[in-house]
């Protein structure tokens, strides 16, 4: 038998070889499999652990010295206020990425106007981007699309967990393939880390998160010369794609927004103030 503060010491000592985190990680699993609050940690330190809690304890340390990321053991990841389920099927959604559906959310303001304001998410992974938004969004709809069938599905558990099933429609298209109509804001966060990148990456990134969301191509901006000049032929008059990218490739996604005809193409910073999104209107 050993105490919750025994297992909780034990666990920091064990994470501190594979993350800088170890304190935020060592609270968040004892956390998930407790079902208990942080202030509950400091409370309940003389508790005695039953053989079943410490088992599934060690299951996730077990995992977390395989570096698998903290979230897919958790199967939870905070992103703009809200808690989304994700698994090994689905990118973590970033923090940076906050800024991108803050900046549409914004946006999508000036169009009040309008009696259906229409949004298209490529690239819908866990459904982040589409559910941060429709939960915010006073009138309009939301589509999210993506290849992957398993995405897909982790996209539609979050959409119900967060109420939103009449505000989002998912459905599986590459690209525009199955996309009939056109859109008032295009939005997508795609896979722009050049192949060659590979091996400068953590393990919980190279090994776990799907490689087809997170790579694109040799010099990450394959899927740029796919979507910018399809986009412009399923955007409304006036619209406008939104887009993340790496931290050094904005110069050069901007000259795909002007050569495919986009205007007033500019692009924002990040919390860390580095250009990483482009926007362009049609």
Known sequence: ???????????????????????????????????MEPIELVLS??????????????????????RIPLQYLTKNQGFYGLDFYVDEHVLIPRPETEVLVEKVLKYAKTLNSKEELTILDIGVGSGAISIAIAKRLDKGHVTGIDISEQALNVAVVNAKTHGV??????????????????????????????????????????????HLALF?????????????????????????????????????????????GFKEVNHFEDLNGIPRFIYGKR
């Open 216 to 260: 694109g191509g040799e010099d990450g901006l394959d899927f740029y010369r796919r979507l910018i000049p399809e986009a412009v032929v399923f955007l409304n008059e006036s619209g406008i794609l939104f887009l993340e990218a790496g931290h050094d490739q904005f110069e050069a996604i901007e000259k795909l927004f002007e050569i495919s």
């Open 1 to 35: 038998m050993m105490t919750l503060y025994g297992k909780q010491k034990e666990i920091e000592n064990k994470l501190n070889t594979v993350t800088n985190a170890w304190l935020y990680e060592a609270k968040t699993i004892l956390c998930h499999v407790l079902e």
């Open 165 to 210: 099933e009449d505000k989002v429609t998912f459905f599986k298209s590459d690209l525009f393939e199955n996309v009939t109509k056109c859109y008032d804001i295009i939005v997508s966060n795609p896979p722009y880390i050049p192949v060659p990148d590979l091996s400068t990456l953590e393990p919980e990134v190279a090994d776990h998160e799907p």
């Open 45 to 66: 330190k003389n508790k005695m652990l039953s053989n079943d809690e410490v088992e599934k304890i060690d299951a996730m340390i077990k995992g977390r010295l395989q």
